[in-house]
């Protein structure tokens, strides 16, 4: 349903370079800071998936999330996203992947693609990866290119509002995507402003979002349905 891992090795060189360096450097567990650990038992443990349908559904398309956003699986990702952790990648993608399995299993048998919700060109070249792109990978499947991303400020610190204000019109397709059909792809939902945007860009060019994977959900967004319900 969806493709597997594909593409040439220089898309994946500048993040298995930092995979190589936090071998021969001194590292610390990315979620706890144990010594000589990128990730620690206790740690990965908690990164365990329990998928959950989001509610409400962003851009009213059926969503799932992997993971809280809090705790140990908020500091993980953080430093995943902000401090160069693609050591944490392995275990954040293979999250991701029971996300995207549970976005998956209500859909037809028609092919998808997974897009994803890229980055800015400023954050890519100051992380030096799309941590999107990257989980994408880690979990086994290989992202189409349908999105690009404009210039805006950091979510981080804005209300729903405002969050909804700085993703409008955020996002656009490069060409025509007549007909292809989308699991769209992000890394944490808070209030769903940037997914919508996304799906917004997707529609437009032609194509549908089917369902929505994360691979965590924040707090501020209530009702919870377990993967087996």
Same mark, same amino acid.
């Given at each position: 349903?969806?493709?597997?891992?594909?593409?040439?090795?220089?898309?994946?060189a500048p993040a298995a370079l930092l995979?190589?360096?936090?071998?021969?450097?001194? %590292?610390?567990?990315?979620?706890? +800071?144990?010594?000589?650990?990128?990730?620690?038992? +206790?740690?990965?443990?908690?990164?365990?998936?329990?998928? !959950?349908? %989001?509610?409400?559904?962003?851009?009213?398309?059926? *969503?799932?999330?992997?993971?809280?956003?809090?705790?140990?699986?908020?500091?993980?990702?953080?430093? $995943?996203?902000?401090? @160069?952790?693609?050591?944490?990648?392995?275990?954040? +993608?293979?999250?991701?992947?029971?996300?995207?399995?549970?976005?998956?299993?209500?859909?037809?048998?028609?092919?998808?693609?997974?897009?994803? !919700?890229?980055? *800015?060109? =400023?954050?890519?070249? *100051?992380?030096?990866?799309?941590?999107?792109?990257?989980? %994408? #990978?880690? =979990?086994? $499947?290989?992202?189409?290119? %349908?999105? #690009? =991303?404009?210039?805006?400020?950091?979510?981080a610190a804005l209300g729903r509002e405002? #969050?909804?204000?700085?993703?409008? @019109?955020? $996002?656009?397709?490069?060409?025509?995507?007549? +007909?292809? #059909?989308?699991?769209?792809?992000?890394?944490?939902?808070?209030?769903?402003?940037?997914?919508?945007?996304?799906?917004?860009?997707?529609?437009?060019?032609?194509?549908?979002?089917?369902?929505?994977?994360?691979?965590?959900?924040?707090?501020?967004?209530?009702?919870?349905?377990?993967?087996?319900?």
């Amino acid at each position: 349903m969806i493709p597997p891992v594909a593409g040439p090795w220089p898309t994946r060189a500048p993040a298995a370079l930092l995979d190589a360096l936090s071998l021969l450097l001194p %590292v610390a567990c990315a979620g706890c +800071g144990e010594p000589d650990r990128g990730l620690c038992d +206790g740690c990965r443990s908690a990164l365990a998936p329990r998928p !959950v349908r %989001v509610e409400p559904r962003p851009a009213g398309v059926a *969503t799932w999330a992997a993971l809280e956003y809090e705790g140990t699986a908020a500091r993980v990702i953080r430093a $995943f996203k902000d401090d @160069g952790r693609t050591d944490a990648a392995r275990a954040l +993608g293979a999250a991701l992947r029971h996300s995207l399995a549970a976005a998956a299993g209500g859909l037809d048998p028609t092919p998808r693609e997974i897009a994803v !919700v890229p980055s *800015t060109a =400023a954050a890519r070249r *100051t992380r030096g990866y799309d941590p999107v792109r990257l989980l %994408v #990978r880690r =979990a086994g $499947f290989a992202p189409a290119q %349908v999105l #690009r =991303a404009g210039r805006r400020a950091d979510q981080a610190a804005l209300g729903r509002e405002a #969050r909804r204000l700085n993703a409008d @019109g955020s $996002f656009a397709a490069p060409g025509r995507l007549d +007909g292809r #059909r989308f699991v769209l792809v992000d890394d944490v939902v808070t209030t769903g402003s940037t997914l919508a945007d996304a799906a917004r860009a997707i529609r437009e060019a032609g194509g549908s979002v089917d369902a929505i994977s994360v691979l965590a959900r924040t707090r501020l967004r209530i009702g919870r349905v377990d993967a087996d319900a």
